[in-house]
């Protein structure tokens, strides 16, 4: 069973744009916009073709032009988020951002530092699936495939080690008879431990050697079924990813 999910996760990690090109990256940038349901239910504006970069190394994230023109919205991990003007100012930060989740305000509204965490880890993983899956600490799960509208569906179940910030730490990975990731299943546990989501892949472009999809849309589930039709929770668009090389 073991020898099935190396495989499986080697094909998706060559159909992505393989383990050595990863290798030599130090991170990516992408202009995105993302809309949907949880932004409006926490009070959070849409993101219109925002900047951002992503390190391929270790959790860490940069949103730019974050609440002001010339700002910075920097997530470091776990440890820390914080909020940078033009000048390298920090205008406001928090240490253990996921810990602030559990206050009751946080049920009903997210303030810049909230979204900034949640945004930060989030949009991170996102960008670096499947190569997130190369690092050292992960367990692995075979199960059972599904026969989708364009063939075979090979699913591997993940538990995240502790050391990076995820949604939840058990995700399930879906991937098409290509290699490509069609869909991930989690529980967004800062929102809360009942929101458990299905979170769509499609219409994938190649941006200089890195594979990723271009569209992802996020939908509640119930435990043990599909994707509910309703609402929306995320609406991801991306415009464009630009690999950036790390220093020889």
Same mark, same amino acid.
């Given at each position: 069973?073991? $020898?099935?999910?190396?495989?499986?996760?080697?094909?998706a990690?060559?159909?992505?744009?393989?383990?050595?090109?990863?290798r030599? +990256?130090?991170?990516?940038?992408?202009?995105?916009?993302?809309?949907?349901?949880?932004?409006?239910?926490?009070?959070?504006?849409?993101?219109? $073709?925002?900047?951002?970069?992503?390190?391929?190394?270790?959790?860490?994230?940069?949103?730019?032009?974050?609440?002001?023109?010339?700002?910075?919205?920097?997530?470091?991990?776990?440890?820390?988020?914080?909020? @940078?003007?033009?000048?390298?100012? @920090?205008?406001?930060?928090?240490?253990?951002?996921?810990?602030?989740? =559990?206050?009751?305000?946080?049920?009903f =509204?997210?303030d810049?530092?909230?979204? +900034?965490?949640?945004?930060?880890?989030?949009?991170?993983?996102?960008?670096?699936t499947?190569?997130?899956?190369?690092?050292?600490?992960?367990?692995?799960?075979?199960?059972?495939?599904?026969?989708?509208?364009?063939?075979r569906?090979?699913r591997?179940?993940? @538990?995240?080690?502790?050391?990076?910030?995820? $949604?939840?730490?058990?995700?399930?990975?879906?991937?098409?008879?290509?290699?490509?990731?069609?869909?991930l299943?989690?529980?967004?546990e800062?929102v809360?431990?009942?929101?458990?989501?299905? $979170?769509?892949?499609?219409?994938y472009?190649?941006?200089?050697?890195?594979?990723?999809?271009?569209? =992802?849309?996020?939908?509640?589930?119930?435990?043990?079924?599909?994707?509910?039709?309703f609402?929306? +929770?995320v609406?991801?668009?991306?415009?464009?990813?630009?690999?950036?090389?790390?220093?020889?």
């Open positions: 069973m073991q $020898h099935d999910v190396q495989a499986i996760l080697d094909k990690i060559a159909a992505h744009g393989g383990a050595d090109f990863w030599e +990256l130090s991170g990516v940038e992408a202009r995105l916009s993302a809309a949907g349901f949880l932004f409006t239910t926490k009070g959070r504006p849409p993101l219109r $073709h925002m900047r951002m970069w992503a390190s391929a190394t270790e959790p860490r994230f940069t949103f730019f032009d974050y609440l002001q023109p010339g700002w910075r919205g920097e997530w470091i991990g776990d440890a820390e988020v914080r909020i @940078v003007d033009a000048e390298g100012n @920090v205008v406001s930060r928090r240490e253990r951002p996921r810990e602030a989740f =559990r206050g009751l305000r946080r049920q =509204r997210w810049a530092l909230d979204f +900034l965490y949640f945004g930060g880890y989030a949009t991170w993983n996102y960008l670096t499947p190569f997130l899956l190369l690092r050292p600490g992960f367990e692995f799960e075979l199960l059972s495939p599904l026969k989708g509208s364009q063939g569906i090979e591997i179940a993940a @538990v995240f080690p502790p050391d990076i910030p995820t $949604h939840s730490r058990r995700q399930v990975f879906y991937f098409d008879e290509s290699g490509l990731l069609t869909r299943d989690y529980t967004a800062v809360g431990n009942w929101a458990r989501a299905a $979170h769509l892949c499609e219409d472009k190649d941006f200089g050697g890195l594979k990723a999809p271009t569209k =992802r849309r996020v939908w509640p589930t119930l435990l043990g079924s599909g994707p509910l039709p609402p929306n +929770l609406a991801l668009d991306i415009d464009d990813i630009s690999p950036q090389r790390a220093a020889a």
